[in-house]
């Protein structure tokens, strides 16, 4: 039977096999990277929202739990997958999610956001006294794009996630990864001490966009506040892949609010991450705090969004009472895994059929609950969900898995045949384009609605764009520019 506390993922996950969740990167986010460290236990990462005493409720279970408290009645928790169904009973537990992976977004130009009319007089912005944190891949610290005037470097906390706990520590309330302090920074710029690299490099560039200052010739690119103090989350990656979980991310952004609470300085947040898991209506856990956390203090929670959009990842169909209609989607050759979600309105009644390229097909039940099946040589894991506690939508989840290696490639279809219709809207999502092949597509797609999860909470700026592939040289090698005119980092 399908728990309510747990959202749908999360009920799918824990009906999965080992197997399912090693093959599904849509389910395995939530396999905890400690057990890397400790392979003989079964430990799960999730997200929790409560009321009241934590410590209560971790009482309550007799196993062994880490717990990082987040402002706003959240905590990301490390326990047995055995302990997770006895802690949703508990009164104060209001609702838990598994983390999910996030993907880099986008970069635009200074120009573009109309930002050097206010760089001169008689504003003369420069984000001089505002702390500007990114949770992204990292930093290149010896950039001398962050530093000031005098050569120092203008990052006041950098907390590395994946850095050695037993050789630098943690922040103080945190499990993992090394903290350091503006002047531990600087020192190991004096000894040339290196850091660890921003292997991608979006962290850099997007910190070059937000807050990339000038070169001691006054030469260079120019950043929106290039005179802005800077706070930096390098993010863990996952113990499955590099990509790194909404948990790590929810804990940066915790941490940043921290730091410029102790350091009283107003504080923007850069989040260039994201997802198109959920139900973008912005009632997810992550969602809801970052919305909770931007009213803590004088903070500005900025998201970027977009790249989704021309990828062909999302549809959207508008139905009546007793209609009958086909989504057709393709899954190119050498294709090794696909999730598509389907949010709807609980009070629409549908019946959903799923068609493979060779005709094979499968009816799902109209009940709440993980099913499987098979067509052909793929195999598909579907769990038919129910409202969460902040939302009216239904989700309706699909895991198609290779019997063998790969999908079974060519055209499926999922044919709608509704009952009693009340809204009528169907939005169909794939998971995102950095883990799919390019031909694998909706045939109709719907370019609205494509905005990544988290862009769609409340209470925060989304910024959209498209991705541009500019090396990281441009950022290193500056060309010449005009004194006093404001320049992008890359």
């Not at 290149?140 to 050789?167: C, E, L, N």
């Not at 050759?333 to 060779?358: A, G, M, Y």
């Not at 490639?409 to 009340?422: A, Y």
Request: glycine share 8%; aromatic share 8%; charged share 15%.
């Amino acid at each position: 039977m399908a728990n309510q506390k747990l959202e749908n993922l999360l009920n799918l996950s824990l009906s999965a096999t080992s197997e399912e969740l090693a093959d599904s990167s849509a389910l395995n986010s939530v396999l905890s990277p400690v057990n890397a460290e400790t392979p003989t236990e079964d430990l799960w990462d999730i997200i929790l929202r409560y009321a009241g005493s934590l410590e209560e409720i971790l009482s309550s279970v007799s196993a062994p739990i880490r717990a990082v408290p987040l402002y706003g009645g959240y905590a990301i928790l490390t326990l047995p997958k055995s302990a997770i169904t006895p802690l949703s009973t508990h009164p104060l537990v209001q609702f838990i999610e598994q983390p999910k992976q996030i993907f880099t977004g986008a970069t635009s130009a200074q120009s573009a956001s109309c930002i050097p009319p206010v760089t001169r007089p008689p504003y003369n912005l420069s984000g001089e006294g505002i702390l500007i944190g990114v949770v992204d891949s990292g930093l290149d610290f010896t950039h001398p794009a962050f530093r000031d005037g005098q050569g120092r470097t203008r990052v006041v906390r950098f907390w590395d996630q994946s850095g050695d706990p037993s050789i630098q520590p943690p922040p103080s309330g945190y499990l993992m990864g090394s903290e350091y302090t503006q002047a531990e920074i600087q020192k190991r710029l004096d000894n040339g001490t290196s850091f660890p690299r921003d292997i991608s490099g979006h962290g850099t560039a997007v910190t070059g966009i937000a807050a990339g200052g000038t070169f001691p010739d006054g030469s260079g690119f120019y950043g929106v506040a290039p005179a802005a103090s800077l706070a930096i989350v390098r993010l863990a990656p996952s113990s499955a892949n590099s990509f790194p979980r909404t948990s790590e991310l929810m804990q940066g952004v915790n941490y940043l609010v921290q730091t410029a609470i102790q350091l009283r300085m107003p504080l923007a947040i850069n989040i260039s991450l994201g997802n198109t898991y959920g139900s973008h209506d912005g009632t997810s856990l992550l969602e809801s705090f970052l919305s909770a956390v931007s009213n803590l203090w004088k903070i500005t929670i900025c998201i970027g969004s977009g790249n989704e959009g021309n990828d062909s990842g999302h549809t959207l169909v508008n139905l009546s009472s007793f209609q009958s209609t086909r989504i057709e989607f393709s899954i190119s050759p050498f294709e090794q895994s696909l999730n598509i979600q389907l949010w709807k309105s609980f009070l629409d009644t549908v019946q959903l059929r799923l068609i493979s390229p060779d005709g094979e097909s499968i009816q799902l039940p109209v009940r709440p609950g993980p099913y499987r099946y098979r067509l052909e040589d793929t195999f598909l894991l579907a769990y038919y969900g129910e409202p969460g506690p902040y939302s009216a939508s239904q989700e309706i989840f699909f895991n198609l898995l290779p019997q063998r290696t790969y999908l079974n490639s060519g055209i499926w279809q999922l044919v709608i045949e509704t009952g009693v219709i009340v809204n009528g809207q169907f939005n169909f999502w794939m998971n995102d384009s950095a883990q799919r092949n390019f031909g694998t597509r909706f045939l109709t797609p719907t370019p609205e609605l494509t905005l990544t999860i988290p862009s769609t909470a409340l209470n925060i700026c989304t910024g959209t764009g498209i991705e541009r592939n500019i090396p990281l040289s441009a950022l290193r090698r500056p060309a010449p520019t005009s004194p006093g005119v404001p320049c992008i980092c890359i």
